[in-house]
Nanobody
Framework: QLQLVESGGGLVQPGGSLRLSCAAS????????IGWFRQAPGKEREGVSC????????NYADSVKGRFTISRDSAKNTVYLQLNSLKPEDTAVYYC?????????????????WGQGTQVTVSS
C-alpha cells in the first residue's frame, strides 16, 4: 500500500521560497505519476503540477508556470515541488497524490493515493 507524506510547508513572506517534499514508504515512487494539488480556504482543490512515471514529463497550472518546479529524487524516493516567487494567493494546503498510470493530469479522480497535506501560508 502506497503511503504519501508531505512536508516542507510553512509561513513565508511574499517573494520567498519553499520546497515541498512528497515521500513514500513501501513502494517505489518512480512507478507512479505524482501530482501536486492545493486547496485554499473557501475554494475547490486545484491541480498545481504533475510529473509522469514513464518519461518524467511535467505539467504546470498557468498560475504557477515559471515559479514552481516539480522534480524527482529516485534515490530518496521523493518528489519535490520548489515554490519560488511566492504570492499571497499561493496560500493553501498542498497535497501530493499518486496514480499508477503514465498520464500527467490534473484530473483528481485519476489519483487513488493521497497525502495528508502541508500548509503553505504566504503573508507579510
Amino acid at each position: 500500500q502506497l503511503q504519501l507524506v508531505e512536508s516542507g510547508g510553512g509561513l513565508v513572506q511574499p517573494g520567498g521560497s519553499l520546497r515541498l517534499s512528497c515521500a513514500a514508504s513501501g513502494v517505489t515512487l518512480d512507478y507512479y505519476t505524482i501530482g501536486w494539488f492545493r486547496q485554499a480556504p473557501g475554494k475547490e482543490r486545484e491541480g498545481v503540477s504533475c510529473i509522469s512515471s514513464s518519461l518524467g514529463s511535467t505539467n504546470y497550472a498557468d498560475s504557477v508556470k515559471g515559479r514552481f518546479t516539480i522534480s524527482r529524487d529516485s534515490a530518496k524516493n521523493t518528489v519535490y515541488l520548489q515554490l519560488n516567487s511566492l504570492k499571497p494567493e499561493d496560500t493553501a494546503v498542498y497535497y501530493c497524490a499518486a496514480h499508477s498510470g503514465s498520464a500527467c493530469t490534473d484530473r483528481q479522480h485519476w489519483y487513488n493515493f493521497w497525502g495528508q497535506g502541508t500548509q503553505v501560508t504566504v503573508s507579510s
